[in-house]
Nanobody, 122 residues
Framework: VQLQASGGGWVQAGDSLRLSCTAS??????MAWFRQPPGKEREFVAA???????YYANSVKGRFTMSKDNAKNTAYLQMSSLKPEDTAVYYCAADPSIILSSIRESGQWSYWGQGTLVTVSS
C-alpha cells in the first residue's frame, strides 16, 4: 500500500485548506490523518474506519471534516478556521484491520504517506 498526500500550503489564520490522500492497494477502508507540529510528537487528528467514523481529536472537532471517496480510494481533510497552532506536517495513514480503540495511536497504523506541510500564520 502506498499513500500520497497533497494539499498543504501556507495560509493565514481563519482560512481553509483541503488535504487529500490517495491510496494504492487495499487499505480496508481504514484511513486517518495525523500531524506533527514543529518540535512535538505526532498526534491524532481524524480517522474513518470501515463502518464507522469519522472520529476527531478534540482540538479540531467542529473545524475539520474528514471524508473518504471509496471509489477513488482517497481520503480528504477539510480544514476550516485554521489557527497558528494547526501548523504541522500532516500525514495520512492506513491500515486494513485497525480496531476502534487503537485509532488514536500512531504506532497502530501500518502504512504512512510522506507528509504535507501546513503553515498557518497569525
Amino acid at each position: 500500500v502506498q499513500l500520497q498526500a497533497s494539499g498543504g500550503g501556507w495560509v493565514q489564520a481563519g482560512d481553509s485548506l483541503r488535504l487529500s490522500c490517495t491510496a494504492s492497494g487495499r487499505t480496508g477502508s481504514n484511513m486517518a490523518w495525523f500531524r506533527q507540529p514543529p518540535g512535538k510528537e505526532r498526534e491524532f487528528v481524524a480517522a474513518i474506519r470501515r463502518g464507522g467514523g469519522p472520529y476527531y481529536a478534540n482540538s479540531v472537532k467542529g473545524r475539520f471534516t474528514m471524508s473518504k471517496d471509496n471509489a477513488k480510494n482517497t481520503a480528504y481533510l477539510q480544514m476550516s478556521s485554521l489557527k497558528p497552532e494547526d501548523t504541522a506536517v500532516y500525514y495520512c495513514a492506513a491500515d486494513p484491520s485497525i480496531i476502534l480503540s487503537s485509532i488514536r495511536e500512531s504506532g497502530q497504523w501500518s502504512y504512512w504517506g510522506q507528509g504535507t506541510l501546513v503553515t498557518v500564520s497569525s
